[in-house]
């Protein structure tokens, strides 16, 4: 694998935003999720849950549901009283519309997907009717006191539950009357305290299933106003509630962090009578769950602590294998962090700013896993806030580490950063070009005098850096198929001649820079693209997908490799293709023209290409590992994947020279301790 001296970096102070809502789309393979910052993010279940799509937040904007439209169309409602539709191409938002009923905290689809449900503030459930282009106002229902917390529609479209505080309301679609409100407390004696109904569904049978702040499940005849069931699951709020199409299965959230599944289980065997039995707990979030999915083989949560979980049902697997691995996601798939890797910076996204870094320094040399004593400590040079409400999409700084650039939805900034002695100036280029925005992914030319912008209809603008500081507009680079699909990576050869776009639909246009022209396009593949670059020696493309395959391409002879079709030949070993996280940054040793460095969340690899590929009788180690065992042992063990999982959980890793890396890490622990406080839960012997 090599020695290296490596900046072991964990002052990148990211927490992630808690999942808000999820919606998975109805017979469909795609996940939609929500963030408490307003940020939108869609998985796709069949690139093994890749999240293929991020709409940044927005300070004004919150996202308390979302649902799905035929033509997979996206909305989303929340407390500012709009119901947005999400373009999904270009990443943004398409058109809002006013509920006029204040602050929205509940939406619902028919099963058709032809009309919504809104629950407002107000106390009112309105109809929207999804048109192309738009959604239309179509009338209101009845309207009672106390806001709408909840609301589900019948199978049959025909009647609507909504829950609120105290009371669940049944009304009619057409007629828009109440038909039966029920007092979820009535058969409670001397209750003191009011019972919020967090959730809520509508059974093909007509039982209606609740969740409440007194942690229970109850199960209701509607036509009757009569409890059938009830089931109480935590001390606290059972804050969330799914289920699933064949209405056979519940999964509920609580603030607790636990979920539970409730099943529709025969009485005994044989026997025609069912009744619901909470069959499996589950402990995966240590803070409020307010959010939760039902799919057709998992079952999936997102908590305020960030992660979203997907435990496969293993009734519903076919076989045991990659695919019924229990999923745990943190982090984005895709980078917040830049390295200038000559000036030796690091700069961090943030939401709404960005930190400049400069690393620290030791004049110490050691043996392995040895700490060195440094003699100058990492440094905090600039933070840039961004102004107004809008999210950064993306940021980078230059080699040089003298130019940042970001974007928002709105606005594309350019700053000059100036150095002189210790202290650290930075001045905002004032014109800049009037581009196609909101810009996706920006990457400088390793000069530092070119900065290329990918735009979210497709399109990549090329920028010329000026001295002392300004940039002029070059060319604006088109894929031949005019797609309408944002461009999400970018990969710049070394000597400035090659650059690869991906788009959301997946496919990889290489374009040559000396005549600003298309040059190919590489052959499409089933998954998504998580990470690419090009290697600075022989202008090979190397491509991870999100099924965790390898490829390398010739971008001058625009074929694969004689070793990528080697690879696809063999194939790669077992252990790599079911790993759960994605490739999220490639890159190379200039002097070790073989070697391949790219990492995921959970390891860093080193891929030599002069070694055999591992079968899957060879083990695939941690270098760790590997050096405990015997010489002969360790012989019989050479291949060309050289795996580190000291450095967990990675977001980023780069080659600063060729015995040198940066490794920017991120401990769960250190988030949550930035968290709100957990309920205090009782433990035995304490």
Known sequence: MGEFEVHRVRFFGLVPAGVRCLACQPRGSRLALARTDGAVEVYNFAANYFQEKVIPGHEARSVEALCWAP???????????????????????????????????????????????????????????????????????????????????????????????????????????????????????????????????????????????????QFWDWERGTLLESHTVSTSSVLSLAVSEEEDSIIVGTSTGATYQFQLLPVKMGSLEKRWVRTKPFQHHTHDVRAVAHSSTALISGGLDAQLVIRPLMEKMQKKGYDAALRKFTFPHRRLVSCARKARLLLFQFSQHLELWRLGSTDETGKDGEVLPLCRMPEHLVQIKSKGPEHIYCSCVSPCGSWVAYCTASRFHLYRVQYEGDGVSIKKVPEVPKLLLPAYQLQFSSDSGSLFVASARGSIHVLQLLEPGGCKHLRTLQPPSGSPEAVYLLALSADRQWLAAVGGDWAIHIYNLKCFKHHCTVPMYSCAVTALAIHPLTNNLVIAYSDQQLFEFSIPKKEYTTWSRMVQNCGLHKVWLERDSPITHITFNPKKPSHILLHDIYMFCVLDKSLPLPDNSALLMNQSTLKQLPETARQRQLHAFKICKKFQPLLFADLLDENCLVMVERPIMDIKTQLPLPIQQKKFGT
């Open 71 to 217: 033509g997979e169309r996206l909305f989303g409602a929340g407390l500012g009283g709009d119901i947005t539709e999400y373009d999904l191409a270009r990443l943004c938002v398409a058109r809002s519309v006013d509920g006029c009923g204040g602050p929205i905290w509940s939406m619902a689809a028919n099963s058709s997907g032809t009309q919504l449900a809104i629950g407002c503030e107000d106390g009112s459930v309105k109809l929207f009717q999804v048109v192309p282009g738009g959604i239309q106002f179509e009338r209101n229902l009845d309207r009672r006191k106390g806001r709408i917390l909840c609301l589900s529609w019948h199978p049959s479209d025909t009647h609507i539950v909504a829950g609120s505080i105290d009371t669940i309301r049944v009304l009619d679609v057409c007629s828009g009357q109440t038909l039966q409100r029920i007092m979820v407390n009535y058969h409670v004696q001397k209750v003191k305290r009011e019972c919020i109904v967090w959730s809520i569904a509508f059974l093909s049978s007509g039982t209606v299933v609740t969740s409440d702040s007194f942690g229970r499940v």
